[in-house]
């Protein structure tokens, strides 16, 4: 019997039938049926996007109405944030690899896991019901007054669905924390956890901090727009920016919930592609909790022209730019873990450098709204959604391809086709930065977002804009077919093909059902990789092809 | 703690927890100070009106805590998240009456 029998056989055999499937309580299943459901809902808000950016060719409003228009770009949002970016590393990489990265068996509460999938399911089911009923016209953020007052789309149905999908957060945070707290192997001490536990442990304190206000919030909504009751209705009494305050305490961290996981993830991917040990791997740790934490601080910059208090604002103001110290120290340190790296081209390396970049550029833009002057003007201007777009795509979407990349073979046990893989990473970077970097030209220039007609001086910035969107598209789908062919024609693939540091490359790819033979013992700390000598170059193997 | 004598914990290692009649009571107790939350807003008091409905809001929370969340009688870990908890509930309320009470009325208003 092989250590991988005794371990209960690949996980991917371990039963055929859809029952298996569905109410399977292995970390590695269920992080399966969460890409599954994140990979639909991206294809949902990804038609949606391509129909704004149609819509947006042409200065004249010609597409849709102006009411379409709007649904489109709130289903757009609603689903790329809660049933896509929220959960998309957690929920897939972070359930599959976190029990494997501290030599775990599964996560503490497998079960509770497969129910915050139903509850991510059951969320996304009236998500889609509110789309099929004819959609919801208020932007994700469901602003008050319009959302309680005047809306006449299904408003509650989103709202309702968002609500549910907030509760799966919670339960994946409860089961992070749980997990990490009580699970690590012999040896696995606190500062032997790669970054990317770091980051999920960060995330997982923040989803649970911050994701039951948003719950409370959209509570809120229903209660003012279904029985009146005065909360942000000045004429009943209410304050009309405390939904804002309310919602941003929680959506504001949540766009750490967004990328800190892929900070963590890119720090894996970079030391394993330069062979390098990460740089500074304290301060790493310490910006990531900073980041959690003064996360919390600054939700008010989202409302500086709102009719905040200019001093409210001003502290507002202060607090954002700290949050751009812990990200710099992120940037200079993944910059310097590539120093005399002996550095590998690998589609997850090209995606994982093109993380850095467009990170770079969303988090300085992040800076120049941070500050209150600017702000004023750039508010409501496509300057925003570029920014936002920046981070959220080109930070978090770039990651998670990166990730998905890198585990691929330990996954599904196959290698993916690796020039093809190149060319789509290189795609996207080109068709990412063409699609949005006009938008900030625009922005600067005026053009406010969240209209389908537009003023004719901006029409070159959008076509090209438009154009990018095209070829983002196409390098969006080529991942997404060349993978669904490695699972059949895909090479075999070996327990390390990268020669990656990390407990999860110790076990077998596809790991067994119970992720190792015998518990793994630590003895050293994270990213033990050689120092690079010419003998070591020499001998570097090139990626694998199918 | 030694990584290899390290288990997961759960309530059923702890303390006791609070039985049916005591959980039943909290509930009971809770319903009334509910019934005397809607009662006082008959009762013109005036300021006394607002004191006294966070009186019932303090009790009913310390109800909630004791009995439900069984923080007296758990490990001082428990308490140490509730308190988290806590902690950025306050953090909320700091912030957001920190643009509330420095809001400058306008013009003519």
């Not at chain 1, 030391?271 to 740089?279: D, N």
């Not at chain 1, 190792?516 to 120092?531: K, L």
Request: aromatic fraction near 14%.
């Amino acid at each position: 019997m092989t250590a991988t029998d005794a371990a209960g056989g690949n996980y991917l055999l371990a039963g055929n039938t859809l029952r298996s499937w569905l109410l399977t309580h292995d970390h590695k299943r269920i992080a399966i049926l969460y890409t599954a459901g994140i990979t639909f809902f991206f294809l949902c808000g990804g038609v949606a996007a391509a129909l704004i950016r149609l819509e947006l060719v042409t200065p004249a409003g010609d597409l849709m109405s102006p009411e379409t228009y709007n649904k489109a770009f709130t289903f757009h949002g609603v689903v790329m944030v809660w049933f896509f970016l929220v959960p998309s590393i957690p929920a897939t990489l972070g359930n599959f690899l976190l029990p494997l990265m501290i030599g775990a068996r599964d996560v503490a509460f497998p079960r509770l896991n497969l129910f915050s999938f139903y509850l991510y399911a059951g969320g996304g089911l009236f998500t889609i019901a509110c789309l099929l009923a004819g959609g919801v016209d208020t932007g994700w953020t469901f602003y008050t007054p319009f959302s309680t007052m005047f809306s006449n789309t299904h408003v509650m149905l989103a709202v309702v669905g968002v609500f549910i999908v907030g509760f799966s957060s919670i339960l994946t945070g409860i089961n992070f924390i749980v997990t990490i707290h009580t699970l690590r192997t012999r040896g696995m001490t606190w500062f032997r956890l790669p970054l990317f536990v770091w980051s999920l442990y960060g995330v997982a304190l923040v989803m649970v901090l911050a994701t039951p206000v948003l719950a409370m919030t959209l509570a809120l909504i229903a209660l003012e727009r279904l029985f009146g009751i005065g909360l942000f209705d000045p004429a009943l009494g209410g304050d009309p920016v405390l939904f804002q305050h309310f919602f941003w305490f929680y959506s504001h961290p949540a766009v750490y919930i967004m990328i800190l996981p892929a900070m963590g993830l890119v720090s894996e991917l970079i030391t394993a592609g330069a062979r390098r040990r990460i740089f500074g791997y304290n301060f790493m740790v310490y910006s990531l909790l900073g980041i959690s934490v003064v996360g919390f601080f600054v939700w008010g910059h989202h409302m500086f022209v709102a009719g905040q208090s200019m001093y409210a604002s001003i502290v507002f103001s202060i607090l954002s730019f700290m949050i751009g110290v812990f990200s710099a120290i992120k940037v200079f340190n993944w910059t310097a873990s590539l120093y005399k790296g002996d550095i590998t081209f690998s589609a997850w390396m090209i995606y994982a450098l093109g993380f850095v970049g467009l990170f770079m550029l969303g988090g300085l833009t992040g800076i120049f709204v941070a500050a209150v002057a600017l702000d004023v003007g750039l508010t409501d201007t496509y300057f925003v959604v570029s920014h936002f777009h920046y981070i959220m795509v080109g930070g978090s979407v770039m990651a998670y391809l990166g990730g998905i990349h890198f585990w691929w073979p330990k996954i599904t046990g196959r290698m993916y086709p690796e020039m093809w893989a190149r060319f789509a990473a290189i795609l996207m970077f080109f068709g990412f930065n063409l699609t949005f970097f006009p938008q900030y030209l625009l922005g600067v220039a005026g053009m406010p977002r969240r209209y389908q007609s537009y003023a004719p001086q901006f029409q070159v910035l959008n076509v090209l804009s438009s154009a990018g969107a095209s070829l983002l598209a196409v390098a969006y789908l080529m991942p997404l077919a060349y993978l669904l062919w490695s699972l059949r024609y895909g090479a075999r693939a070996g327990a390390n093909p990268w020669r990656a540091a990390g407990l999860e490359w110790k076990t077998t790819s596809p790991p067994p059902v119970r992720n190792f033979g015998e518990p793994p013992v630590v003895e050293g700390g994270p990213y033990d990789y050689p120092v690079p000598t010419a003998k070591v170059r020499a001998t570097r193997p090139e990626p694998a092809g199918p | 703690m030694n990584a290899r004598t390290r288990q997961p914990r759960s309530h059923r290692s702890g303390p006791r927890p609070p039985s049916l009649a005591s959980n039943l009571w909290a509930l009971v107790a809770l319903l009334a100070l509910l019934g005397l939350t809607a009662g006082s807003a008959f009762i013109p008091m005036g300021a006394f009106n607002t004191v006294a409905n966070v009186g019932i809001a303090v009790a009913k929370a310390l109800i909630v805590m004791i009995i439900y969340m069984r923080l007296a009688t758990d490990s001082p870990l428990l308490r140490m998240v509730a308190m988290a908890g806590f902690a950025w509930l306050a953090l909320l309320v700091a912030l957001g009456l920190a643009d509330l009470l420095t809001r400058v009325p306008l013009l003519g208003s």
